[in-house]
């Protein structure tokens, strides 16, 4: 048997106390809901030494057999701890999003006082109406909350915190098809010439539209990952490794290489990113809801129009089925449609 105390460093520099027990073979953890405040030396041994006087009970628990493990860690389990966990400790390109979630989880419940045991099938009611109606939220982005909540209860299911997932039983939110926005080469060119107040903002975007990667993969490149013209990586989202050869304009966006581990775009916060990103479409007179994600769509779409195949444009992508590009296809047809139907007449 063994239980140690262990923290877990948070992103506003705290750090979460959590019990970390082993006992017959089996490791489970079990969140306290103490927090260690960052330059607060005199309070975080307080609040130490009561960790470690739950640890001391905990070990005369277990050797009486007095401690359940399953249902003591319901009841005991902060959902907040255990999801800032999850998050840190997982490599995905929706941190940002997962983290959204639990804000609206905390303004929902006016507090990040709150156990497994108290969600159940009314709560995640109640939080669905309340991103519906008095967030409010689109419904596909309800969707990607609510599925996103949902599998932080999968993983507490397969981590044995709760022994039942209270969403088996919720209907989830029906999605709507958005829009894709793109750029055409005519408003790409248009853009390149119009001046960004943040120039690494504006060298990323047009990076993307040219390679096709997603915000996160660009965030993260370092010159390590270009190789002979190419950029070999393994995607963010999907973690999947996809070799993208980069056009002349990529090359020339990128620049002269650096150290190995350097990243090659030093880019602001989201946030930050989106208001220059909006000026400076704004400035090109471009009226069309350009988000950073439409480089990616202009990548899709361009090629497509210059005479790339559908199978291609997918591998180009990383998409691992090739309904998924399609998508880019159809809105190609449609603007040749429109091209078309602009034609004058005899």
Not at 79 to 95: C, L, M
Not at 225 to 252: C, F, H, P, R, Y
Request: proline share 2%; glycine share 4%.
């Amino acid at each position: 048997m063994s239980i140690k105390v262990r923290e877990k460093k948070l992103g506003n520099g705290n750090s979460s106390l959590y019990l970390d027990i082993y006992v017959n073979k089996r490791r489970v953890y079990e969140f306290l809901d103490i927090h260690l405040l960052k330059g607060e030396k005199e309070t975080n041994k307080s609040k130490l030494r009561q960790a470690n006087e739950i640890r001391a009970t905990r070990e005369l628990d277990i050797a009486n057999n007095n401690y359940n493990l399953k249902s003591n860690k319901t009841q005991r389990t902060n959902f907040f701890d255990y999801s800032e966990h999850y998050i840190s400790d997982k490599n995905s390109g929706r941190k940002g999003t997962f983290k959204c979630l639990l804000h609206h989880i905390e303004k929902h419940h006016s507090s990040k006082k709150l156990c497994f045991n108290e969600i159940d099938k009314l709560f995640i009611e109640n939080f669905k109406s309340y991103l519906l109606d008095q967030v409010p939220v689109s419904k596909n982005s309800a969707y990607i909350y609510m599925l996103m909540f949902k599998q932080l209860f999968n993983q507490a299911l397969k981590n044995e915190i709760i022994s039942n997932n209270p969403f088996d039983k919720i209907d989830m939110i029906k999605t709507t098809r958005a829009q894709k926005y793109y750029l055409t080469f005519e408003e790409l060119k248009k853009l390149n010439k119009e001046d960004c107040f943040n120039g690494e903002v504006k060298r990323a975007f047009l990076f993307s539209c040219f390679s096709g990667l997603r915000l996160g993969d660009i965030r993260n490149l370092t010159w390590r990952e270009i190789q002979n013209g190419n950029i070999d990586i393994v995607q963010e989202k999907t973690q999947e490794q996809n070799i993208i050869k980069l056009s002349k304009t990529a090359l020339e966006l990128i620049g002269e290489p650096d150290e190995a581990d350097t990243k090659i775009f030093k880019l602001p916060p989201d946030y930050h990113l989106g208001i220059f990103l909006k000026a400076w479409i704004h400035e090109a007179k471009i009226t069309k809801k350009i988000t950073f994600h439409s480089a990616r769509h202009t990548f899709a779409t361009m090629n497509l129009t210059f005479g790339a195949d559908l199978f291609t444009v997918s591998k180009l992508m990383g998409h691992s089925n090739i309904r998924s590009t399609q998508v880019y296809a159809k809105l190609i047809d449609k603007k040749k449609n429109q091209a078309i139907d602009a034609l004058p007449v005899l």
